[in-house]
């Protein structure tokens, strides 16, 4: 059974470009989350999707967006980057939209800006 | 507001020994779910062990069970026999509304990296 694919695992951005991730959930999985990892911060949530809809947000501003696909496969987008935008990038898949079954956790992108 | 307080910034354990990671959480709901993560070099976040609010039993998970004392909002991971390749950091993270009008956003403590040594 695959896993949480995450696509790409490294990425250098330059200050102000935007970048697109992305995130395969499990067979079956409608939920995605993700989660920015940062020394400084630790993980904070970004959002959530299940069946193509947003049904969470965390306190990121405006250039933080996502959205999810009918295969639910999922992109996040950071637009007008900064240097504080360098971190993990982890996206998490579960069956339902409540997690009783468990959060799978992808590899995640690391992204750096320069 | 809800939180997840991790005390141990990183600990030393001897292999095959016995290591109890702490975790207390603060919520004003009475449905939410804690679970455990380790994450190792490689970034991904393993799931070690999960916890429901309602539930009497400690969770167990072969190595891995949860010391959970709800009246102190504690809810400790202890690993048995500890071994080399559990070195790694490992996150407690708390989801709210388990069993209702729950979402699928987890708080994360600030981790404790373990180093198990030969």
């Known amino acids: 059974k695959a896993g949480v694919t995450q696509t790409p695992r490294y990425l250098i951005k330059t200050r102000g470009q935007q970048v697109t991730l992305s995130c395969s959930p499990i067979s079956g999985h409608r939920s995605v989350s993700w989660y920015q990892q940062t020394p400084g911060q630790g993980l904070q949530f970004l959002f959530e999707y299940f069946s193509e809809t947003q049904r969470n947000k965390g306190n990121f501003p405006g250039r933080f967006s996502g959205r999810q696909f009918s295969n639910s496969r999922s992109e996040m987008n950071v637009s007008t980057l900064e240097l504080g935008d360098s971190a993990l990038y982890l996206c998490?898949?579960?069956?339902?939209?409540?997690?009783?079954?468990?959060?799978?956790f992808g590899s995640g992108t690391r992204l750096t800006v320069v | 507001a809800q939180k997840i307080t991790q005390t141990q910034p990183g600990m030393f354990v001897q292999e095959k020994e016995a290591v109890t990671l702490d975790c207390t959480y603060d919520?004003?709901?009475?449905?939410?779910?804690l679970f455990w993560y380790k994450q190792p070099s490689s970034g991904e976040m393993i799931f070690l062990i999960y916890?429901?609010?309602?539930?009497?039993q400690n969770a167990t998970e072969g190595r891995y069970s949860l010391n959970f004392q709800k009246a102190r909002k504690s809810a400790n991971l202890v690993i048995s026999a500890s071994q080399l390749g559990d070195s790694a950091m490992y996150f407690c993270a708390m989801r709210e509304g388990t069993y209702g009008g729950a979402t699928n956003k987890l708080i994360f403590g600030t981790g404790t990296l373990l180093a198990v040594q030969p």
């Open positions: 998490a898949s579960s069956v339902g939209h409540r997690g009783d079954y468990g959060y799978t």
């Open positions: 916890q429901g609010s309602y539930d009497e």
């Open positions: 919520t004003s709901d009475q449905s939410y779910g």
